[in-house]
């Protein structure tokens, strides 16, 4: 993650070394979309796409969150804090929206859960914070908008006419050929085949839709159990381990925070991309669902949330 924290922020300045050593490593097609998107201020670092690079600097973020609020040494905090803020500073310069919205939704739900032990004045905390963030971001913009540029995007696309940049046309085609065939869908993978006959992206840019359409209301419905089942065990696991209910250390509360900020951010981002098939998103969630079954295996006579019931 730090690899990619520091690559990013060194070759926003470092427009030479970006032509001339890193975009060589790609084939000639991506070294065209790599640049182009480097043109637009929307820095790939060393990914093959800057989405790419937006889902690496959301699990650094992550992790960074999980160390910042679980962490019980002040000198480990203030160091995550910094390479957060680095961390963050890094996303910006990708110029990703989703992946700056859902990482700072991901952490107030971090934050939020992790006080389970003190429940009085966490709402007011959060709003406090959350309205700081907005000012942050709006003052931001005004003094440096080259760096707050997903709030420029917004803006064009929304002059555009579709702030969505043409999701919603790929949403309406993978509703239409699942309602052909709702119950078992047309087959994983499949959608790709038939995008470009209808002149949309390979992926529907909406995970639950795709679902929809490839695997029908039948493997739909298996997943979203799945991904809710997961989320409702981590965030028991995490509020039972604050509350002294389960013995843990803060290495364990660590483990869970990022487990949770993980899938916080998947679940989100699956409204918009396609985490489910992007190798650097679906790793980063299998993984840390592995933390939460070794949890939940370790504590489930305490946590009565056997699957069986």
């Known amino acids: 993650s730090f690899v990619h924290i520091f690559a990013t922020i060194w070759l926003r300045f470092d427009s030479w070394s970006y032509k001339n050593l890193i975009v060589q490593m790609f084939d000639e097609e991506r070294q065209t979309v ?34 910042w609020l679980g962490s019980q040494s002040f000198k480990i905090k203030k160091r995550a804090l910094i390479l957060l803020a680095l961390a963050f500073i890094a996303m910006l310069f990708t110029g990703k929206r989703a992946h700056i919205i859902f990482s700072i939704i991901a952490i107030f739900v971090m934050y939020y ?45 929304s002059a555009a006419g579709d702030v969505t940049q043409g999701r919603l046309l790929t949403w309406e085609v993978a509703t239409a050929i699942f309602l052909k065939k709702p119950t078992f869908g047309i087959g994983w993978g499949q959608f790709s085949q038939l995008a470009e006959r209808h002149g949309v992206t390979i992926n529907v840019h909406n ?57 916080v951010f998947f679940l989100l981002y699956g409204f918009t991309g396609n985490p489910l098939y992007d190798a650097p998103m679906f790793i980063p969630y299998f993984l840390v669902v592995s933390i939460t079954t ?13 699957i069986k019931r």
């Open 34 to 67: 790599l640049l182009n998107h480097y043109r637009h201020g929307w820095i790939p670092g060393l990914a093959n796409h800057y989405s790419s690079n937006g889902m690496y600097l959301a699990v650094a973020i992550l992790v960074l969150a999980a160390l």
């Open 113 to 157: 859960v992790y006080g389970a032990n003190r429940k009085r004045g966490r709402w007011v905390k959060i709003i406090g914070l959350l309205c700081l963030s907005v000012g942050v971001i709006y003052i931001g913009y005004q003094f440096f908008p080259n760096l707050f540029s997903f709030i420029g995007r917004f803006e064009e696309t």
């Open 207 to 263: 995970i639950y839709i795709q679902l929809l359409c490839e695997t029908g209301v039948v493997g739909f419905c298996v997943f979203v159990m799945f991904f809710v089942l997961m989320l409702i065990v981590t965030i028991r696991i995490l509020s039972k381990m604050r509350k002294e209910q389960i013995v843990s250390t803060a290495i364990d509360q660590q483990n869970i925070l990022f487990s949770l900020g993980v899938q």
């Open 294 to 306: 070794y949890y939940w295996r370790l504590h489930k006579s305490i946590l009565k949330l056997r």
